[in-house]
């Protein structure tokens, strides 16, 4: 009797539990139905908080965690999502929606094999799931995109990239690690302001992320803003001290605003020849930095240009817009080397481009300085012909005149063929009209300032060398040449 009444004791204590129990139940399940209202509702951060009170009344409720994954996966909470996937499969390695829970988790998070794995067992389960099915498609279109990516990384195909990480983007939202490689891309193509959006919005949600500090580093560098890039850097280091992008980065960095600013020094200074070498160590360091190479290039192109090297300078700023064709300096440097070289109708392209990005009135008169000289150009270059400077004096004029037109005078040539007596009589009239303009000094100013000459009564089809010779050498009788033997003459004054 005592043994059984000791069993009844034993019994009656348990009831108490099993009713406690069964009301936790109910008032879990309760709290379970208030989720799903809320989740219904689309209002996530409510039913988040009913699903939370479910698990702590039945802690043991696989389904209870699946609801509250789901509810977090719809706030984006992929990461938190997964821990409750995880636990609610540990505790029901038959709940299916709980393998499907994980592996949407897992690839949303990038993870594509663990998601396999998660479709593949909700599978064995329910071989016919037909969202198990597509999900383990994506995943497995996930792995090959990533398996593109790094193959066309490794061949700096970034746009190639680019376009893999974003369809692989589609599948996994929330992956950082694609986002990252897509920014990287970005920075590489020069799309800086997308590059530092992505990196920017990882930065938001994870401060301490040296990938995505690494990026915005590596924008700032591209875009020359180099000591604010080593900072990034810098912290980048801190954050991950074996991050090797962002070492070499950092170190490119620091050598290229080294090496650009003692370029500088030696150019202020007026040590071109150090200085084109600085430059030209300078452009060595990184081939992928554009924007602060075309400005090496243009540098140089100035220190050519004041060593006198033209053709070099013209070079090494064709380099710089090739590199950045809104890059109005290395426009403005060409153009006057292209002036310099007298290659106007180059330096009228290079001015209208200028003009045409910055309307000034600077840019518009560098403008119609180079039309003036491309027209001048296009006419008779009576300096030249005459073998004086432009800067000649009338004595000078007149020696020069007196020189070519004695050596250019038909009588001079009389034996000569005809095809030679041809050239040597349009010689002299060059000579002579080159003669007429430039020793008067109303029609010199007129030439020179690149104005029509036949207007005004200058019309220079009307003038006669021959006239024009007399009246140097004073007149008719004045001279004549005198054959001193086969082929030579020698002018004689009466």
């Given at each position: 009797?005592a043994?059984?009444?000791?069993?009844d004791?034993v019994m009656a204590a348990?009831?108490?539990?099993?009713?406690?129990?069964?009301?936790?139940?109910?008032e879990a399940e309760?709290?379970?139905?208030?989720g799903?209202?809320?989740y219904?509702?689309k209002?996530y951060n409510?039913?988040y908080?009913?699903?939370?009170k479910?698990?702590?009344?039945?802690p043991?409720?696989?389904?209870?965690?699946?609801?509250?994954?789901?509810?977090?996966?719809?706030?984006g909470?992929f990461?938190?999502a997964l821990?409750?996937a995880q636990?609610?499969?540990?505790l029901d390695d038959s709940f299916v929606?709980?393998h499907l829970r994980?592996?949407?988790?897992?690839?949303?998070?990038?993870?594509a094999?663990a998601?396999?794995?998660?479709y593949q067992?909700a599978?064995?389960?329910?071989?016919k799931?037909?969202q198990?099915?597509q999900?383990?498609?994506?995943?497995?279109?996930v792995?090959?995109?990533e398996?593109i990516?790094?193959t066309?990384?490794?061949?700096?195909?970034f746009?190639?990239?680019?376009?893999?990480m974003?369809?692989?983007l589609?599948?996994a939202?929330a992956?950082?690690?694609?986002?990252i490689?897509k920014?990287?891309?970005?920075?590489?193509?020069?799309r800086y302001?997308e590059?530092q959006?992505v990196?920017?919005?990882?930065l938001?949600?994870?401060?301490?992320?040296?990938?995505?500090l690494?990026?915005?580093?590596?924008?700032?560098?591209?875009?020359?803003?180099i000591?604010?890039a080593?900072?990034?850097?810098?912290?980048?280091?801190?954050m991950?001290?074996?991050?090797?992008?962002?070492?070499?980065a950092?170190?490119?960095?620091?050598?290229?605003?080294a090496?650009?600013?003692?370029?500088?020094k030696a150019f202020?200074?007026?040590n071109?020849?150090l200085?084109?070498e600085?430059?030209t160590?300078?452009?060595?360091i990184d081939?992928?930095?554009?924007?602060?190479?075309?400005?090496?290039?243009c540098?140089?192109?100035?220190?050519?240009?004041?060593?006198?090297?033209l053709?070099?300078a013209?070079?090494?700023?064709?380099?710089?817009?090739?590199?950045?064709?809104?890059?109005i300096k290395?426009y403005?440097?060409?153009?006057?080397?292209?002036?310099d070289?007298?290659?106007y109708e180059?330096?009228?392209?290079?001015?209208?481009?200028?003009?045409q990005?910055?309307?000034?009135k600077?840019?518009k008169?560098?403008l119609?300085n180079?039309?003036l000289?491309?027209?001048k150009?296009?006419?008779?270059?009576y300096y030249?012909?005459?073998?004086v400077?432009k800067n000649?004096s009338?004595?000078e004029?007149?020696?020069?005149?007196?020189?070519r037109?004695l050596?250019h005078?038909?009588?001079?040539h009389?034996g000569?063929s005809a095809?030679?007596?041809?050239?040597?009589?349009?010689?002299?009239?060059e000579?002579g009209?080159?003669?007429?303009?430039?020793?008067?000094p109303?029609k010199?100013?007129r030439?020179?300032?690149?104005?029509?000459?036949?207007?005004?009564?200058?019309?220079?089809?009307d003038f006669d060398a021959n006239?024009i010779?007399?009246?140097?050498?004073?007149?008719?009788g004045?001279?004549?040449f005198?054959?001193?033997?086969?082929?030579?003459?020698?002018?004689q004054?009466?």
């Amino acid at each position: 009797m005592a043994a059984a009444a000791e069993c009844d004791v034993v019994m009656a204590a348990t009831e108490p539990e099993l009713l406690e129990d069964e009301e936790a139940k109910r008032e879990a399940e309760s709290f379970k139905e208030q989720g799903n209202a809320y989740y219904a509702k689309k209002d996530y951060n409510e039913a988040y908080n009913y699903y939370t009170k479910a698990i702590d009344m039945c802690p043991k409720n696989a389904s209870y965690y699946g609801n509250r994954a789901a509810t977090l996966m719809m706030l984006g909470k992929f990461r938190e999502a997964l821990g409750d996937a995880q636990q609610s499969v540990r505790l029901d390695d038959s709940f299916v929606r709980g393998h499907l829970r994980e592996g949407k988790c897992h690839l949303s998070l990038g993870n594509a094999m663990a998601a396999c794995r998660s479709y593949q067992r909700a599978l064995e389960l329910d071989h016919k799931n037909a969202q198990a099915q597509q999900e383990f498609k994506n995943a497995n279109a996930v792995m090959e995109y990533e398996k593109i990516a790094e193959t066309d990384f490794e061949k700096r195909d970034f746009r190639k990239v680019v376009f893999c990480m974003d369809r692989a983007l589609e599948f996994a939202p929330a992956c950082h690690r694609f986002k990252i490689l897509k920014a990287e891309c970005l920075a590489m193509l020069g799309r800086y302001p997308e590059a530092q959006s992505v990196a920017s919005d990882i930065l938001r949600m994870d401060s301490t992320n040296a990938d995505a500090l690494y990026v915005r580093g590596l924008c700032l560098y591209y875009e020359d803003c180099i000591e604010k890039a080593v900072q990034f850097f810098v912290q980048a280091l801190r954050m991950a001290p074996d991050h090797e992008k962002a070492c070499v980065a950092c170190r490119n960095a620091k050598a290229l605003k080294a090496k650009k600013e003692d370029g500088n020094k030696a150019f202020k200074e007026g040590n071109y020849k150090l200085a084109y070498e600085l430059y030209t160590e300078a452009l060595g360091i990184d081939p992928n930095n554009i924007k602060t190479n075309a400005k090496l290039y243009c540098n140089r192109g100035t220190v050519n240009s004041k060593l006198r090297k033209l053709d070099d300078a013209i070079e090494d700023c064709t380099q710089a817009v090739k590199l950045d064709d809104t890059y109005i300096k290395a426009y403005l440097r060409r153009a006057q080397c292209y002036m310099d070289t007298e290659q106007y109708e180059e330096a009228v392209r290079d001015y209208e481009k200028v003009y045409q990005t910055e309307k000034t009135k600077e840019h518009k008169q560098l403008l119609k300085n180079a039309q003036l000289e491309l027209k001048k150009s296009k006419r008779k270059d009576y300096y030249k012909i005459l073998g004086v400077d432009k800067n000649a004096s009338e004595d000078e004029i007149k020696k020069a005149y007196r020189k070519r037109a004695l050596m250019h005078h038909p009588d001079r040539h009389s034996g000569a063929s005809a095809e030679v007596q041809k050239e040597e009589e349009k010689k002299f009239k060059e000579v002579g009209e080159a003669f007429t303009i430039l020793s008067d000094p109303k029609k010199k100013t007129r030439y020179d300032s690149g104005q029509d000459l036949d207007e005004e009564g200058m019309n220079m089809g009307d003038f006669d060398a021959n006239n024009i010779f007399k009246a140097f050498f004073g007149g008719p009788g004045g001279f004549s040449f005198e054959a001193s033997g086969p082929g030579n003459f020698f002018f004689q004054f009466g």
